[in-house]
């Protein structure tokens, strides 16, 4: 099992603030990497796969880097409709995993 | 228009069986995978496992193998995860969600989500 250590679980920012999120992996994984954003009530949306490609639709303030154990997100300047919680996922081997989450409130 | 829709909530008792739904449309349907996320409330997302319409190939996460069972009828382009005698630990949101490939070892990340289906267990 490929454990996952997201970081920080909380993260409380202001809009127009550049934020990071990280995520480690207890081994490298390559690429395979995904990042979800989940609001309140809401089902997780795709926001990059293999740890650096923006979907489609994505805002390009979002942005994904790393390889191998660590991996990053960064909103490079946060939005009122960016205030959610974060995951990532990989998928280089079963079983799939996630990291535990990361809420970006307002501060 | 890729769409994932699952069945309505549901409240049940302990000991009781159950089975939800999610219908593919947009896409073909036996073409891509289907995976179910377990959310507990205030919590993560938790791999259940993952079934090809198209054949039926499943696999199970080992923390659901034997706890859950995961089908899919292709004629009506729907997937299944049920329960046999549910306890009130399987309260949740449960996500069904499309993946476009998967290998003996692994499946590319989810790309499209259903709207969830909320299982409360209570006596």
């Known amino acids: 099992v490929i454990w996952m250590t997201q970081s920080p679980s909380l993260l409380s920012a202001s809009t127009g603030d550049r934020v990071t999120i990280s995520c480690r992996m207890s081994?490298?994984?390559?690429?395979?990497l995904a990042w979800y954003q989940q609001k309140p009530g809401k089902a997780p949306e795709l926001l990059i796969s293999?740890?650096?490609t923006l979907q489609s639709g994505v805002p390009s303030r979002f942005s994904g880097s790393g390889s191998g154990t660590d991996f990053t997100l960064t909103i490079s300047c946060l939005q009122s409709e960016d205030f959610a919680t974060y995951y990532c996922?990989?998928?280089?081997?079963?079983?799939?995993?996630f990291g535990g989450g990361t809420k970006v409130e307002i501060k | 228009e890729v769409q994932l829709v699952q069945s309505g909530a549901e409240v049940k008792k302990p000991g009781e069986s159950l089975k939800i739904s999610c219908k593919g449309s947009?896409?073909?349907?036996?073409?891509?995978?289907i995976g179910w996320v377990r959310q507990m409330p205030g919590k993560g997302l938790e791999w259940m496992g993952i079934?090809?319409?198209?054949?039926?190939?499943?696999r199970y996460s080992p923390s659901f193998q034997g706890q859950v069972t995961i089908s899919a009828d292709k004629s009506i382009s729907t997937a299944y995860l049920q329960w046999s005698s549910l306890k009130a630990s399987d309260t949740a949101m449960y996500y069904c969600?499309?993946?476009?490939?998967?290998?003996?070892?692994?499946?590319?990340?989810?790309?499209?989500w259903g709207q969830g289906t909320l299982v409360t267990v209570s006596s």
């Open positions: 969600a499309r993946l476009p490939y998967c290998s003996s070892t692994s499946c590319f990340n989810f790309d499209y």
């Open positions: 947009g896409y073909s349907f036996t073409s891509y995978w």
């Open positions: 079934i090809y319409p198209g054949d039926s190939d499943t």
């Open positions: 081994q490298g994984i390559s690429s395979y």
């Open positions: 293999a740890a650096s």
């Open positions: 996922q990989q998928y280089y081997s079963f079983p799939l995993t």
